[in-house]
């Protein structure tokens, strides 16, 4: 989420002002959001800025003697903060969290007559979800298809990742020994019921398809605060085996059937289309839009016809 005071940070020496990237807390519980100065400074002040909403100033921090003025934005007992003991640093606490305090937290500091400094902002995340719960991506992959790589000698590797919280997710793909990011694309994060989804592709040119490739993922639940790392077969080896359709669950593989890649990741399902199938899906959904369109032109035209019939029908009636 880009805010006016996130471009406002950049400006202005961001990165003077350390703060963490995401903060996850339950309903009800509290959560603390640190801030801390590479140099000692007087004073500190705390914004929330919420999507479709203005920044909001919610209090001030005065370092030097440990004073704390709070705005009318929210009530003592909901929100408050305290200096910490090196003199360049404070913790904001945020009580009886509901989802409506979610947004991003910023924290600004200035010396004197030194210019502003932002912190690049913290995103505070309200679930009634257990921590224990496994709300890590779920990776499903798509592999190239037989037309796209005879027609435009090249392929594409899909991977789309489910049932995901919270929605904070950084993708990047590279060769398998490779340490270059790879140009790529994707999708928006789209929320779907209490959990997110969102999906990237990589497009490899022919010079490529011999090489394998990974989809590297870095989300705060992975195990072991981990990246999953996704690793693709080379094009080229995906041309030599036999067209499936089916689902295999990594850890417990159908007996005599060997998957034709493997992962490196913490991997719950993988799906691996026949070639044709995902072409033969478009087309599909094409031809459907087509006819919804043809649909809708006729309908209009009738609808049209029986207005303009009736206009003239009380036209006629009013001449007579």
């Known amino acids: 989420m880009l805010s006016p005071l996130a471009f406002l940070g950049a400006f202005l020496f961001l990165g003077k002002l350390e703060q963490p990237a995401l903060i996850m807390a339950r309903t009800?519980?509290?959560?603390?959001?640190?801030?801390?100065?590479?140099?000692?400074?007087s004073y500190i002040h705390w914004y929330r800025h919420q999507e479709g909403k203005a920044v909001q100033r919610l209090l001030i921090v005065a370092l030097y003697r440990s004073y704390v003025q709070t705005d009318s934005i929210l009530k003592g007992d909901k929100v408050t903060a305290k200096r910490g003991t090196d003199g360049s640093s404070?913790?904001?606490?945020?009580?009886?969290?509901?989802?409506?305090?979610?947004?991003?937290y910023y924290c600004a500091a200035w010396e004197g007559h030194s210019p502003t400094l932002f912190g690049p902002g913290t995103l505070l995340r309200v679930t009634d979800k257990s921590p224990d719960e496994d709300t890590s991506p779920k990776p499903t992959i798509f592999l190239p298809s037989v037309a796209e790589r005879k027609l435009h000698k090249a392929g594409t590797y899909l991977c789309l990742l489910e049932d995901f919280f919270p929605d904070v997710i950084k993708i990047d793909w590279k060769e398998k020994n490779g340490r270059a990011i790879l140009k790529s694309q994707q999708g928006n994060t789209m929320k779907t019921k209490d959990t997110y989804m969102k999906y990237t592709w990589l497009t490899v040119s022919e010079e490529s398809m011999g090489k394998e490739h990974k989809c590297v993922i870095r989300h705060e639940k992975n195990k072991g605060g981990v990246d999953q790392e996704i690793l693709f077969p080379s094009i080229n080896?995906?041309?030599?085996?036999?067209?499936?359709?089916e689902m295999y669950n990594v850890t417990h593989p159908?007996?005599?059937?060997?998957?034709?890649?493997?992962?490196?990741?913490?991997?719950?399902r993988w799906l691996l289309l026949d070639p044709l199938q995902?072409?033969?899906v478009n087309t599909?959904?094409?031809?459907?839009?087509?006819?919804?369109?043809?649909?809708?032109?006729?309908?209009?035209?009738?609808?049209?016809?029986?207005?303009?019939?009736?206009?003239?029908?009380c036209d006629n009636g009013k001449s007579s």
Do not use: H, W
């Open 254 to 268: 159908p007996i005599n059937k060997s998957l034709p890649f493997k992962t490196t990741g913490e991997t719950n």
């Open 28 to 41: 009800g519980s509290s959560a603390i959001l640190s801030c801390r100065a590479r140099t000692k400074v």
């Open 237 to 245: 080896t995906v041309s030599l085996q036999p067209r499936s359709s």
């Open 278 to 280: 995902l072409q033969l």
């Open 284 to 313: 599909s959904a094409y031809c459907t839009y087509l006819l919804l369109l043809v649909k809708s032109m006729v309908y209009t035209v009738i609808t049209a016809i029986c207005l303009l019939g009736r206009a003239a029908l």
């Open 90 to 104: 404070c913790n904001l606490l945020l009580l009886k969290l509901e989802k409506s305090d979610e947004g991003v």
